[in-house]
């Protein structure tokens, strides 16, 4: 154990912790927890890093849950299984995991580095008009709380009891109430998607905006500011005969499975959000911001018609190799044209230059106490900076726009709500509640929970 300064992925925020540790198991999890808290040293979980929040920084004991990492037990249910995971896995870990058992996620978000705690924790969410974030795929959780027991709360305990309020917090809750050490997830058995990317006009993409979150199982939508176009890309399930193409496409003529056999990736994958291009680009936008009209209107060129299927992990999940910082708000979805045509607006006054697209992604409502989507059909709106590229300006004004139209920040991305603020979206009397039942003396607070959950 030692002190060693952790720096999110984003590079927004630094800490240097009084002490790091990564348990081999849950009992020597258990015995850390409590000895930090009797010494009064308070303590935080990181999973990936890849909050652009303070989330996980804490100057006391900071934890690594890696070695708790991998399946635990798979139950088949009549719609796919129950696994239960340790909490430190990865997402691309269980992704393959899962696909060995004939398994998959029924969402994921953008990426897969995250860690599933982490994920979880923050409310991270794919895209889907009648798909959830991640945190409503949990039906239980294993926490340690700051006594250092284990504590087994899940979906199953009766509403109202103190059990079902800690799964609540536990499942969604910044690491606010224990560090939790497994995790079961409702997986569906694995399944294709087709992938269709297309650029159209930008009017015409917003002015659709409900018909295409509806019609299709996700939706996500790319603008590069300053141009009037939009690429669509949307996933749709295949169904047996598209499976069989699929299958027989992989096979060669002597019908052995291909190596490599997969579709390609798509498109903006490919040339915009994983291309090493994107890097230089960014370097000629530092450099001369005045290029960052034309670098968008070749970045939006580069983008054209395209349509692949592959395994549902495979089409969700895009590779982000160029750092960025980011800034992302839940709306309420009727409020959505509203926002992107305020949003152009202050692109074209400001000439603010911004080389990063704009994301949109839609879900549905849910029941989780802290989860963005909570009660509502759910717009996002995700602005994002090159990290060496000044984003107060630009992200000011954004969230300006986006918290007129009642919008809820991200638990994981940049923003400046606090918990005054966020009480009118959230419960968050009864969060306090928990956190004071199982950490009185409050060893899993940080300034960032501070903020914007409050002190219980
Ligand atoms: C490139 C990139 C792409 C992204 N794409 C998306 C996206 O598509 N959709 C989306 O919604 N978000 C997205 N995010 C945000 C990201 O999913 C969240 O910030 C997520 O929390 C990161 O997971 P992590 O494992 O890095 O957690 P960390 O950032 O390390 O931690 C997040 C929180 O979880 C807590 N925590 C971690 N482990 C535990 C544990 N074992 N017990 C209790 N608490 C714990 C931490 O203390 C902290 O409060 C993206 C971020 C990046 C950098």
Redesign the pocket.
Known sequence: MCAVTFST??GTYTATPARRAQPRDEAELGELVAKAAAEGLRV?????????TD??VTDGLLLS?DHLSGLESVERTPGGALVTVG??TRLHELNALLGSWGLAMRNL???DR??V???I??????TGARLGGLATQVRGVRVVVADGTVRSVSDADAPGSPERALFEVARLG??SV???SAVTLDVVPAYLLRSVERVRPWDEVVGGIDALFDDHHRTDAYWFPGTDRMLTWTHDLVDDAGTAVYEASRRGPSGLLRRGGHAARSLLDEEVLANGALGAIMQVATAAPRTVPRLNALSAAVLGDRTHVAPSDRVMVTR?RVRFV?MEYALPREALPGVLRELAAWFAASGEPVPFPVEVRCTAPDDVWLSTARGRASAYVAVHQYHRMPYRAYFDAAEEIFVAAGGRP?W??LHTRTAADLAAHYPLDDVARVRAAVDPHGVFRNDYTDRVLGTP
């Open positions: 992925w984003g935080r979980a990181v999973g990936a890093g890849h909050s652009f989330a996980a849950l909490a430190g978000g953008d990426i995250q860690s705690a982490g994920a924790s923050t409310g991270t969410h794919g910044l690491g224990g560090i939790l982000r980011e991200h994981g991305k």
